[in-house]
């Protein structure tokens, strides 16, 4: 997949070509999402258009509220890889303050029509464009019509009677309702990064554990989960992890540590996956290492039994 950060990269020599575009913030990339992207690629085949996706980095909601942004799903890697996966050709994704300032009109001319070409255009029922989110859905079909470019506004997907949005995820993972959360994603929730070294405590206290970075201000989970893990050994995984603070050794970032079953081998440095099959606990604040390390005990044999059910 192609990604474009600046406009003047879409003028160049091989940018200039008929699109199919989808754009949102499509956070999580969730079976609402997916609904958006299987027309977008289906109408981008159909009549032989480049299928682009059009987002935002930073969101929209972390540039407006830098210091509590709600906890984000995917960073921006998560939906790139995600993206590429489900076909998608290209992702144009500017740094949101350089087009917040557009007025709606400017935001199709310059954008939609002058730099990606779009001919085909996909978009939720929600959708609002342009400078304090004036740019309505009539007056985007509006200028389709002037234009010269269709524009498909997409249903909601409920899952369970449930509207699915980026927001409801949040609050399934934030309450620990993994399956929710799952239903609603299509997917198991999880997380990226790469393995960092940290103070090797776990190894000391004879549960060695990848700890990885979480490069986020806020997580949407925490706790102590059972995981699967990829991007290793080729093949998947099991182990125990926990997200958050460390509170009973003094950590203080939140940080995504694996305890990886059965597994010895020398892995910083490498780029990882964590999958959250079922939540266990809560993270805790023991008296004393010998406390914390009898939970992990309980935390291995609890987690076996969440993987094999």
């Known amino acids: 997949m192609r990604l474009y950060r600046d406009p003047r990269a879409l003028l160049a020599p091989g940018g200039q070509a008929p699109r199919a575009v989808a754009i949102g913030v499509f956070d999580g990339l969730h079976i609402g999402h997916q609904a958006i992207f299987r027309q977008l690629v289906g109408a981008a085949s159909g009549r032989n258009l480049r299928s682009l996706v059009f987002s935002f980095e930073p969101m929209p909601m972390e540039f407006f509220s830098p210091q509590s ?14 993206l590429a996966s489900l076909g998608i050709q290209e992702l144009y ?46 007056g985007l079909q509006a200028a389709g019509r002037r234009y010269g470019f269709d524009v498909t506004v997409v249903p909601p997907v ?17 309450i620990g309702d993994l ?6 994603l299509g997917r198991d929730y999880s997380m ?15 549960f060695p554990t990848a700890n990885v970075h979480l490069k986020r201000r806020q997580t949407p989970i925490d706790g102590i989960f059972a995981a699967r893990i990829t991007g290793l050994a080729g093949r998947t995984l099991e182990g125990v ?14 940080l995504l540590e694996v305890h990886i079953f059965d597994f010895d081998a020398d892995i910083y440095g490498q780029y990882i996956t964590v999958h959250f099959i079922a939540r266990l606990r809560e993270e805790r604040n023991y008296p004393d290492l010998e406390a914390m390390t009898e939970q992990m005990h309980k935390d291995v044999m609890d987690a076996r039994a969440a993987l094999a059910a």
């Open 69 to 82: 942004p709600p906890p984000r799903l995917t960073r921006f890697r998560e939906r790139f890889e995600q």
């Open 93 to 138: 994704c500017p740094r949101f303050g350089t087009v917040r300032g557009l007025s709606a009109q400017a935001f199709i001319d310059e954008l939609l029509v002058g730099a990606l070409h779009a001919k085909e255009l996909f978009v939720g029922d929600d959708f609002r464009f342009g400078e304090h989110r004036r740019g309505t859905l009539d």
């Open 158 to 174: 409920d899952w369970q009677g449930r509207r699915v949005s980026s927001t409801a995820i949040r609050h399934a993972l934030k």
């Open 241 to 254: 992890a926990s997200v958050g603070t460390r509170p009973t050794v003094g950590g203080g970032q939140p």
């Open 192 to 206: 990226s990064g790469r393995v960092v070294r940290g103070l090797s405590l776990g190894r000391q206290l004879g």
């Open 179 to 184: 399956a929710t959360a799952r239903g609603m």
